[in-house]
Structures are given as structure tokens and as C-alpha cells.
């Protein structure tokens, strides 16, 4: 049986999640805009699940607005600031997921705004006093920052950079798909305008996340032609994954502490197993207990072609990846690790856990790896 270790990208649905769904799909066919019993039965499954997430997080559960996912969110994020509140700059770095960059590179080559990238060290860490000088001197900005990296897992201080951006009258938007479901987010008390999720990231699924927006911010609708979702997303809502996505974010923070320890205790394990196994093996991005505990990017030694290191991988039955999902039929190296200065000669490959890896995951892991290394297989 193969091992998966791209959660990252995609992880597998709850049965838990499964059976909520199972149970929409089956009893709950209504339109929840319709007045009728049925559509009222469906309305209710969509605002239950909207009032419970909220909950997970402390807001008003009309700061909640559901979507396809975080690409969306993020997309509804930038543009619809940009139009609603004149936004003509926009800081960012150039470490951000795709969703976010190609999305301000649009606005910007339209002529709509501008961009700075901030600095940031060879962990991916954030320079302060850079980010400082260009909030200093492009005041009313839009400040977009991923909360914890997908690729190489360091994370940003999201009090930290909001207290900045709240003293320089910036919006700050971030990225949160990878943490939310692994990290308590208490978002009345963190000064971040807006945040959002993507389901199939924490066992839900795939085609359903939601955007948080700070009570007080209203936006435009980027899909119109329907006053669904407080008239910030038309289209009937994907009531079966939103309960599903509720369901999975319920089992993620009610078993925060023991999936936490689980997951992190694998992670380090494998960590500790690359460094006793594989001469000459590092790690990308912030690799320490401060980082992002679901992943490990890893440089390994220039033995086997990077492009084949991979697929080998995967005929060996490991299921890892090289980057973002989003870019994973590129044999370019990623925009991630271009932009920390990683040697291209190294094969870079990030492992990613959930709390359904085990340590014998890790341990046949370790073998393939070593079979590649010691048998130089070309």
C-alpha cells in the first residue's frame, strides 16, 4: 500500500465528514433560497454550519461567507479591496501562494494598483523593519501575507503584522489554508480584516471553503447574479460540503491537542530519521517547533536528477510532492524556492502529515529513500 505524504495539497475526507455529507445528500434536496419547508430545512443545515464555525473561531457568524475554496477567498479578498476601498498598493512576497500573487500581478499590470514585495530571509521569515518602511510610505495599503508557508512551512505572526498594519491604516489580508484546523485562531482578538479556508486541506471536501471578513468590512461581489451569501457570492451554496467542511473543522478543533502532538511527533520523527539516514540532507523554510508542524520541505544531497526523484518516489510507493498542488506539472523549479535561493542541483521535495500517517509511514519512507541513495537507481 502506497504512502501518502502530500497533505499539503489534499487530504483524505473524514468519515465523519462522509456521513454528515451522505445524510444532506440523501434527506436535504431543497434550494435554501426557496420559502418552503424543503428550502428552509436546506437553509438551516448552511446556517448551523456557518454559526458553528464561527464559533471555532469567536466571531459573529455573519463575518462567515462561504466559497469554493481558498482560491476564491482569496480572489474576492484582493480584487473586491482593491475596487471597494481604492487600494493602490499592495504589499506582498514573493513567497505567496499563486492565488495571491497572480491575482495582485493581474490588478497590476490593469494599472489598478501597484506592488511592493517585502524582504525576507533564506527561512522565508519576514523582514519587520522592511515591511515598516513600505507601510510608512504607502499608508491605506493592502497588506497580503500567508500565515504559515505551503511550501516550506514558516509562519508569520499574525498579531504582530496586524498591530502594524492597524498603525498604519493598512488592510491585512492573509492566507490561512494551512493553518486553520492546526492552530487556534481567535480572530476577535487578532488584529488580521480577513482570512480564509480551504476544506480539503483539514479532511473535509474538495470545492468548499469560506472567507472571513472583520465585522465592519463589506465587499462587492466578484460572482453576481443571485443575493446568496449576504449578497457577496451569488449561486444556490454547496450545502452538502459546507456541512461537510463544518464537520471536519468540529473534529479538527475538538481533537486539536492530541492531533497536534500526533502529527508533530511524526513529523519530527521522520526529521530525525533524514538526518541519520541521508548524508548531506537540510530542510527548507523553518523546520524548528516554531514552523509549520504539518511539513517537512527537504534539500536532499544531488545524487539522482531532480526531476526523477519524484516519479521514483512514486513507483516506490511514496506520495510526496515538489511544491504547490497548484503547480505540480511544472519541472520548473518552484517560485518558493527560486525565491529563498535554493540550489537548483538539489532535489526539493516536501513531505506533508496528517493525523492519519503513522510511524511505519515514516519508517518505509526511510527505506525507499535509502534504497535510492545506496542502489543510485537510474
Known amino acids: ?3 501518502y505524504f502530500d497533505n499539503a495539497a489534499t487530504t483524505p475526507l473524514a468519515n465523519e465528514a462522509i456521513e454528515a455529507m451522505n445524510d444532506v445528500m440523501k434527506n436535504c434536496y431543497g434550494n435554501p433560497s426557496s420559502v418552503h419547508v424543503h428550502g428552509r430545512k436546506a437553509k438551516a443545515h448552511i446556517e448551523r454550519s456557518r454559526k458553528s464555525i464561527a464559533q471555532h473561531f469567536n466571531v459573529p457568524s455573519s463575518s462567515i461567507y462561504f466559497t469554493s475554496g481558498g482560491t476564491e477567498a482569496d480572489n474576492i479578498a484582493i480584487r473586491q479591496t482593491v475596487e471597494m476601498f481604492s487600494v493602490r498598493h499592495i504589499i506582498t ?12 500581478e493581474e490588478l497590476a499590470e490593469k494599472g489598478l494598483t501597484t506592488i511592493s514585495y517585502v524582504h525576507h ?3 522565508g521569515q519576514i523582514d519587520m523593519s522592511h515591511l515598516e518602511e513600505l507601510l510608512s510610505s504607502m ?3 493592502l497588506v ?12 508569520i505572526s499574525l498579531r504582530e503584522i496586524g498591530n502594524l498594519c492597524q498603525k498604519h491604516h493598512a488592510i491585512f489580508h492573509s492566507d490561512t489554508v494551512q493553518t486553520i484546523g492546526h492552530y487556534r485562531l481567535d480572530l476577535s482578538a487578532t488584529p488580521v480584516d480577513m482570512v480564509v479556508c480551504s476544506a480539503h486541506k483539514i479532511h473535509g471536501p474538495k470545492g468548499v471553503g469560506f472567507l472571513y471578513l472583520k465585522p465592519g468590512i463589506t ?12 449578497n457577496l457570492r451569488a449561486g444556490t451554496e454547496n450545502i452538502y460540503g459546507i456541512v461537510g467542511m463544518s464537520t471536519a473543522i468540529d473534529l479538527a478543533y475538538h481533537h486539536l491537542t492530541e492531533h497536534e502532538k500526533h502529527i508533530r511527533d511524526i513529523r519530527n520523527y521522520m526529521k530525525s530519521q533524514l538526518i541519520q539516514h541521508i548524508p548531506d540532507v537540510s530542510f527548507h523554510g523553518d523546520s524548528s517547533d516554531d514552523g ?5 520541505n527537504v534539500s536532499f544531497p544531488p545524487l539522482i536528477e531532480r526531476d526523477m526523484f519524484l516519479l521514483k518516489l512514486d513507483i516506490l510507493g511514496i506520495s510526496a510532492s515538489a511544491g504547490s498542488a497548484c503547480s505540480s506539472g511544472s519541472q520548473i523549479i518552484s517560485h518558493v524556492l527560486k525565491a529563498i535561493e535554493s540550489d537548483e542541483k538539489r532535489p526539493a521535495i516536501r513531505f506533508s502529515f496528517s493525523r492519519y500517517n503513522t510511524y511505519d509511514d515514516v519508517d518505509k519512507a526511510i527505506s525507499v529513500l535509502n534504497k535510492l541513495y545506496q542502489n543510485r537507481i537510474n
Not at 497580503?144 to 509562519?155: D, K, Q
Not at 466578484?222 to 446568496?228: D, E, M, P, V, Y
Not at 509549520?292 to 517537512?296: D, I, K, S, V, W
Request: hydrophobic share 40%; glycine share 8%.
Open 1 to 3: 500500500m502506497n504512502v
Open 93 to 104: 512576497s514573493k513567497l505567496e501562494h499563486h492565488a495571491v500573487l497572480h491575482t495582485a
Open 121 to 123: 530571509n533564506g527561512l
Open 139 to 141: 499608508p491605506h495599503a
Open 144 to 155: 497580503s501575507l500567508m500565515h504559515a508557508n505551503n511550501e516550506i512551512g514558516t509562519r
Open 219 to 230: 465587499l462587492h461581489p466578484l460572482i453576481t447574479g443571485g443575493a446568496q451569501e449576504k
Open 292 to 296: 509549520l508542524y504539518t511539513l517537512l
